[in-house]
């Protein structure tokens, strides 16, 4: 147990050790339809559905940037000095 968290014994993070790992450093890659993108971006205006997006999003799931190509949003993961990862 560290502190008062209760701890998996198998798990080598807690929920919230995990949540802020590469926190700032590392980002990925989510292709999204445009009909799923209020979720994520609720600041962006409607679209037209049927549109295939990809979202940079942070490792923790923050949003980062919403593009209509991957290489876009892995070139600004770049720019930022983000490392991207791939998730299964």
Do not use: C
């Not at 995990?18 to 989510?30: C, R």
């Not at 559905?49 to 919403?66: N, S």
């Not at 991957?70 to 983000?82: C, G, P």
């Amino acid at each position: 147990m560290i502190g008062s968290e209760k701890t998996n014994d198998n798990a080598p993070f807690t929920p919230e050790q995990f949540a802020h790992l590469g926190g700032g450093s590392i980002a990925y890659v989510k292709p999204m339809a445009s009909e799923d993108v209020a979720r994520l971006f609720p600041q962006v205006p409607a679209m037209q559905p049927g549109l295939k997006l990809f979202a940079l999003l942070g490792a923790d799931g923050t949003p980062i940037m919403l593009t209509d190509s991957r290489d876009a949003a892995i070139a600004n993961a770049w720019e930022n000095e983000l490392q991207t990862v791939s998730l299964h």
